[in-house]
């Protein structure tokens, strides 16, 4: 292919291979161009010289110089074909595949005369489409033949090149696909999106798939070789069914069918008393019984409360550093089985809380909470006591007979409140940007070439491809009904805020899935992008500027409900509760009439009134007033009333005085020499705005007097609910705890000390006191110094100073062979001055050289200040013992030799030896709770 792109006055001339080969599979695959014609069904193999395309491991492919349109001799039709097989020897091919399909499953012949199970998979990258050849471990259909006959299967009602024949040798298992069947992966039918009239003609057809079958004739005498079968009766595809089909020219056979998860099996049995059986030649091993044996295996595990803090750490001073969301989950529950014995295994995920705290509300944000349960501010009124539900779950239960089919999914959610603000969303736009990388390259790099021309595969081709081998099968998936409450705040030319605008989803259930994770995503995306467009009604009636009219007509909905349904329930249990029911319908009738009338009046208010603020283009005028709503919230009628009035005082006053202040800011904001035209325009300027805030600045107070006053006496009376950040319970350590808390596992911690030092060792020693007794430790190497933390105590208890100190190897003559004695001793010459540094911070990362799991060891939970003085008197002190002495330490003898390795190059380098390491990129992260299992 021959593609051209222009880079400023120069045009760029690339070509690169339309179609490139990647074999997957165990073998070496020849490759070729195959002809078939529709009528005569005679394929024409070998057009050109097979291409050998060895077994790849790596990304390595080939490009297919020959696959290209190949016109039919009499019938100007066009192909693309492609054969296969895994020997030069065997005359044997495949059946000719083409590109159309994405996913399709063949048999591959093999040296052996036996059938290999392979599926051929295309993919689109970069103008490229790569062809991936696999070992298919699913096939759609597969057929045994037990019969004495040589043996052709075709779908019916085919042309083209999807309808040549496949071979059935006998006594042998052969893996087909009908066209049909491929035509259809992945797509996936939605009956609520597609009509249904189009989905019941698909449907109709997929269940009338029918096969043929005949004699194959190249196994003919050569005299009969040119004579052209019949075929026999169709066999339509459907489980459990069985049928005799007579063959023409040869013998009857009984056809039995069954499924086995997501394959189909065929099963080609003799007719007659005559007739002998024939076993299948497997081509596999027979697994061992041990390896057979199934072990059940149950999990259980709940987590109480698990926290997750986002901060933003974009600003270089450490201290400035502030958290931006919050995200508490409370009773998650993971429940797993696989189900030997009771049936297939099964997977249950629920959670019983989910809240995400807007820790910005303490900087200026109108929400402190932005999602939250429904349930925990809004509970329906009811006279029947019912069982609290999770709040999410997911459940999967898979097939008994197939790990590869799922028999069910479903997701069960319960209604949420959502509030997002504008300047929420813009400050994590923001952190996430900073993670990006904009020095890596977005363009595709053209293909390494290797050995004999191939290329590299590129790895999304390679998972899709992986993706798409093993597809996705579900027979049911099942999204249960789910509410969310939207509040928003957007600041465009004017405040645009929303309240309790509803998003109802109804029960979404797709069945017989056989596809893959993304087809299946974007249709169900899909179809709940087209119900919240749906919803665009109900958002425009939640307008605050107009008053919310939507949520008055909810409130009212939900009183009427109330007021009918809560005697109904107290009439089934008995009269005192009838009358209960009606008391407690008609209270809850009113409640949700002057809360919805009241709301919808202070919300209209609410929002008159911040755009009053921002219409006066004066910018101290809109702080102070939202410092005033965040420093007295109107929790309470007085409250409200005394807020609101306080903010019409101010908004008067300030309306006076800038009639008089405007015009002197424009004048005193002129930059550069002022002439009388640019002072007269910066006036007249000033005065606009001072005009403007004297009828803005009045008429937004008078609305915030009215908003506040509204918010008081709801919040006073109970009609409203102020949501604030739930509060997180942390449980005290055992043990104690005091500046730094160290736990070995097998993840690396880094310690920056002022610059850029990665911490090169981490192990856990047993060091030896001046008693005699031993302790536990843990040794931490830097380039410039050697840490010793008492694990007992989680303190430092010495360090040393690479270039002044030297290590010795000692025989201790211990018992115990898996432990080397190492002596820290002081050099002969003057101490070298080191640098001090007085912060440290303290990042997990993995560790700065690549270790097998065995030896890589390092501190897995760290609770830590996030500055560190390393001039307090606990250093100090552990300096000057240093000083004094050596300390003799038991460390590992796998980390003996490392340890020694290191500290002798350290030792010869520089004083600031930091260039001579690679320096690894970190990520930040402020200070934080981690759990770990054991």
């Known amino acids: 292919m021959l593609t051209r792109r222009f880079k400023g006055a120069m045009a760029i001339l690339s070509i690169t291979p339309t179609y490139v080969f990647h074999n997957s599979t165990p073998y070496d695959l020849h490759v070729s161009a195959s002809l078939f014609h529709p009528v005569t069904h005679r394929a024409q193999t070998g057009l050109h010289t097979p291409l050998v395309i060895e077994h790849a491991p790596s990304q390595t492919s080939m490009p297919l110089p020959f696959c290209e349109h190949i016109e039919m001799e009499g019938t100007g039709e066009t192909v693309q074909a492609l054969s296969l097989r895994t020997s030069c020897e065997d005359r044997r091919w495949s059946l000719p595949l083409s590109s159309d399909f994405v996913r399709h499953s063949f048999a591959l012949p093999t040296s052996n005369e036996m059938y290999l199970k392979a599926v051929l998979t295309m993919h689109e990258h970069s103008n490229t489409i790569y062809i991936v050849a696999s070992i298919d471990p699913s096939p759609r259909l597969l057929i045994q033949n037990h019969t004495q006959q040589h043996l052709e299967i075709v779908e019916e009602s085919t042309g083209g090149v999807h309808s040549f024949p496949q071979k059935l040798p006998p006594a042998q298992e052969v893996s087909y696909e009908p066209p049909t069947y491929a035509k259809q992966y992945p797509i996936v039918f939605d009956e609520e999106v597609t009509h249904s009239k189009a989905v019941n003609q698909t449907k109709e057809k997929l269940a009338r798939v029918a096969v043929k079958f005949r004699l194959d004739r190249t196994q003919l005498d050569a005299e009969d070789e040119g004579t052209e079968m019949e075929w026999s009766d169709p066999f339509y595809l459907s489980s459990g069914s069985d049928r005799v089909i007579s063959i023409p020219e040869g013998d009857s056979m009984l056809v039995s069918t069954h499924k086995r998860g997501t394959t189909l099996h065929l099963s080609l049995l003799p007719t007659g008393p005559a007739a002998s059986f024939l076993p299948i030649s497997s081509t596999t091993e027979v697994d061992s019984p041990i390896s057979s044996v199934k072990v059940e295996m149950a999990i259980d595990l709940r987590l109480e409360q698990m926290v997750i803090c986002i901060d933003d750490e974009t600003t270089e001073d450490f201290e400035l550093i502030q958290e931006i969301l919050q995200v508490i989950v409370d009773g998650a529950s993971l429940q797993f089985s696989n189900g030997v014995g009771s049936g297939g295994s099964s997977l249950e995920l629920t959670v019983d809380s989910f809240h995400i705290n807007n820790m910005m509300e303490r900087d200026g944000g109108d929400f402190a909470v932005t999602v939250i349960p429904r349930a925990h501010h809004h509970r329906r009124a009811s006279l029947i006591d019912s069982e609290p539900t999770p709040l999410a779950s997911l459940s999967v239960h898979y097939s008994p007979h197939s790990p590869n089919l799922i028999e069910l999914i479903r997701i069960s959610l319960r209604p949420l409140t959502l509030q997002l603000e504008d300047e929420l969303l813009n400050r994590l736009k923001c952190v996430a940007a900073s993670y990006s990388n904009p020095g890596v390259l977005r363009t595709p790099l053209p293909g390494r070439k290797n050995r004999q021309g191939s290329t590299v595969t590129p790895k999304l081709v390679l998972a899709e491809a992986e993706r798409d081998v093993i597809p996705l099968a ?294 030896t006191t001046p008693n005699g007794t031993t302790n536990p430790a843990l040794l931490l190497l830097t380039h410039e110094r050697i840490y010793l933390l008492d694990s007992t105590k989680n303190t430092f208890q010495q360090t040393f100073s690479v270039c002044d100190h030297s290590l010795n190897e000692r025989d201790s003559g211990a018992s115990n062979p898996d432990e080397v004695e190492i002596e820290i001793v002081a050099n002969s010459t003057q101490p070298t001055e080191m640098p001090r540094f007085h912060k440290v911070e303290y990042f997990l990362r993995q560790s700065c050289e690549k270790r097998s799991s065995a030896e890589s060891i390092g501190v897995a939970q760290l609770a830590a200040s996030p500055t560190l003085d390393w001039s307090d008197p606990e250093l100090e002190e552990a300096d000057q013992a240093s000083d004094r002495a050596g300390v003799k330490f038991l460390i590992p003898t796998h980390h003996a030799a490392q340890l020694l390795s290191l500290f002798n190059s350290l030792s010869r380098l520089p004083l600031n030896p930091h260039t001579a390491f690679p320096v690894h990129r970190t990520v930040k992260s402020a200070s934080f709770f981690s759990t770990t299992s054991k």
Not at 526 to 540: E, F, N, P, Q
Not at 688 to 714: F, N, R
Request: hydrophobic share 40%; charged share 10%.
């Open 474 to 767: 579900v027979t049911k998936l099942v999204i249960e009904s789910a509410a969310f409450y939207l509040n928003a705040r957007i600041s465009l030319r004017v405040l645009l805020s929303c309240n309790d605008s509803p998003f109802r989803f109804s029960r979404y259930e797709l069945r017989n899935i056989y596809s893959n994770w993304t087809e299946v995503s974007q249709t169900v995306a899909s179809r709940y992008v087209m119900s919240t467009i749906a919803h665009i009604g109900w958002l425009l009636g939640s307008l605050e500027l107009i008053g919310s009219p939507g949520t008055f007509i909810q409130n009212v909905g939900r009183g009427l409900r109330d007021l009918v349904t809560l005697p109904y329930q107290g009439l089934t249990r008995s009269p005192t509760w009838f009358l209960l029911g009606i008391g407690q319908g008609t209270m809850s009738f009113i409640q949700h009439f002057s809360s919805g009338a009241l709301g919808s009046v202070t919300s209209m208010a609410s929002s008159i009134s911040h755009n009053m603020e921002r219409l006066s283009l004066d910018p101290h005028h809109v702080s102070y007033q939202t410092q005033q709503r965040q420093q007295r919230p109107a929790t309470h009628f007085t409250r409200g009333l005394v807020s609101g009035a306080s903010s019409l005082g101010l908004s008067l006053m300030s309306a006076v005085a800038g009639i008089v202040e405007q015009p002197m800011q424009s004048y005193h904001q002129i930059e550069g020499p002022v002439s009388p035209a640019v002072a007269a325009q910066s006036i007249l300027k000033g005065v606009g705005k001072g005009l403007l805030g004297a009828v803005t600045k009045p008429v937004g107070g008078v609305m915030e007097l009215v908003s506040q006053t509204g918010q008081g006496l709801m919040h006073g009376t109970g009609l409203a609910k102020r949501l604030s950040h739930k509060p997180v319970v942390v449980q005290s350590f055992t043990g104690s705890v005091t500046r730094i808390s160290l736990q070995c596992s097998s993840t690396a911690c880094a310690i920056k000390l002022g610059g850029d030092v990665p911490l090169l060792l981490s192990t856990p020693v047993r060091y």
